[in-house]
């Protein structure tokens, strides 16, 4: 990490919807019952337990329908933001805005599969990573933490305990 990175503060940008269609899991829920909306709140409560994991702040964007770009408060949380864009604009541009804009302020990670998306972040200095890798990543969170619980528990357990 350079120095100047260093100096920012750590941000996972997420493209909501990209998301969405490229886990399995995610999938599924836009197939059952909840649709959209249910595949949304899964999609939330994981980028949530991931930030608060990992010590981030995450900041998701979905295609909206308002008439200009909105912060959900409904939906967010300290560390944690949903925005939707406004009507006639994507989440796309709203990502590309946000990290021209932003860039000296936030050390970001980008997470979408959209190309057009990558290459524009890039070129602003932004790091990229695709959602499955993404995925990846958020279950290695999990993983860790899970682990730091079990230590915990031990610590925790009195000495004639023999389970």
């Known amino acids: 990490m350079s120095a100047e990175s260093a100096e920012r503060l750590p941000l996972f940008l ?3 919807h990209n998301v969405i269609h490229a886990w399995p899991e995610l999938r599924v829920q836009l197939r059952q019952g909840g649709g ?7 999609l939330a409560g994981i980028l949530r337990g991931f930030g608060d994991n990992r010590n981030v702040s995450v ?3 979905f295609d909206g329908r308002g008439a200009r770009t909105e912060l959900s408060t ?7 933001q949903v925005f939707y864009s406004a009507a006639g604009d994507t989440a796309d541009a709203v990502i590309e805005r946000f990290v021209r804009s932003s860039a000296e302020h936030y050390a970001m990670t980008i997470v979408t599969g959209d190309s057009g998306i990558r290459a524009a972040v890039l070129h602003e200095g932004a790091d990229w990573i695709s ?3 993404f995925s990846d990543l958020v279950e290695a969170e999990k993983a860790l933490l899970a682990e730091r619980l079990r230590r915990r528990r031990r610590r ?4 004639n305990d023999c389970r």
């Open 14 to 16: 997420v493209d909501g």
């Open 36 to 42: 959209e909306a249910a595949a949304r709140s899964v």
């Open 131 to 133: 959602p499955l890798q």
């Open 74 to 80: 409904a939906e967010s949380s300290p560390g944690f």
């Open 59 to 61: 900041a998701v964007v």
């Open 156 to 159: 925790r357990r009195p000495a």
